[in-house]
């Protein structure tokens, strides 16, 4: 006898500590109990044969409601009961995630000749993304990029790229990223704001972030991935160098457009792989 319901999220997380409500025909309610850690709620109240609502309510979550039916034997079987981020946007559950740059790429597009598009990417680097328990929106990002790391797949053109024309990288080693924010952007969206350090210049950023979603991986961990993209000007960064070709054609262009293609670690360490 009595109610049993797992409360889990789109990804199929367990809600911890969701409140389960359950109020009769009249309005009255009947029955109050409380997810374990495991999102499962499991309660001996013996309730009478009939129709009843359930109302399932989470920090940080949008109210569920579903009716039960509870049969002669006194039991309700409510089964999986799924809820939605408040707002109808979803991030990974609460605590610190590790980015692991072996199946991460950060990378950089620019325009070359006014035709075509030379890619980029840096092949070292290290992040923290720490997703806050209740408020999401005051989850934070930090990260740390090696400048001398950059690989376009022509050795000429990195050393170029190191040089004090562009990366300057004996000077400015390592490229920053430290979050000030994060604003919804629309389900599985956000806006990640924050403070780019690149060649000694500190500027305000906006990544546009997507979720995709979380799985277990092949050595017991578990992994989010994320797909963010923004756009820079070489100037804001005191990154002025060019080469201007004949009919006033610039050989690289003045924007670069960064893209991001990350899985993190639940935990604040990589595993041993």
């Known amino acids: ?17 969701a409140v389960v409500t359950v ?12 997810a374990d850690a495991e999102g499962a709620v499991r309660d001996t109240t013996e309730l009478r044969p009939g129709a009843y609502t359930v109302i399932v309510t989470a920090v940080g979550y949008a109210p569920a409601a579903s009716s039960a ?3 002669a034997s006194g039991r309700a079987e409510v089964g999986t009961v799924t809820l939605a981020r408040q707002g109808g946007t979803e991030l990974p559950p609460p605590g610190p995630w590790t980015i692991d740059p072996a199946h991460s790429s950060v ?39 090696r400048a001398a790391s950059i690989d376009t ?16 990288v004996e000077r400015f080693p390592d490229i920053t990223f430290r979050s000030t924010g994060v604003a919804e952007a629309g389900r599985d969206r956000w806006t990640v704001h924050g403070e780019l350090g690149l060649h000694g210049v500190v500027r305000p950023v906006d990544l546009d972030l997507s979720y995709l979603g979380t799985g277990a991986d092949p050595w017991g961990g578990t992994r989010a991935a994320f797909k963010a993209t923004t756009e820079l000007r070489r100037e804001d960064f005191a990154m002025n160098y060019n080469q201007v070709l004949q009919a006033g054609i610039a050989a690289i262009g003045t ?8 899985q993190a670690v639940q935990g604040d360490s990589l595993p041993a792989v």
């Open 1 to 17: 006898m009595g109610l049993t319901a797992k409360i889990r999220t789109r990804d199929g997380w367990a809600v911890s500590h």
């Open 23 to 34: 109020t009769d025909m009249t309005g009255t309610q009947v029955l109050r109990a409380e």
């Open 69 to 71: 039916i509870v049969t």
């Open 107 to 145: 990378g950089a597009v620019a325009q070359h000749l006014g035709i075509s598009s030379v890619h980029g990417r840096f092949t070292e680097f290290s992040g923290l993304v720490e997703i806050a328990p209740d408020d999401v929106t005051k989850s934070r990002v930090e990260a740390v990029i």
């Open 153 to 168: 797949g022509n050795g000429m053109r990195d050393t170029h790229l190191k040089s004090a024309d562009f990366l300057d």
């Open 255 to 262: 924007t670069l457009r960064v893209e991001l293609d990350i």
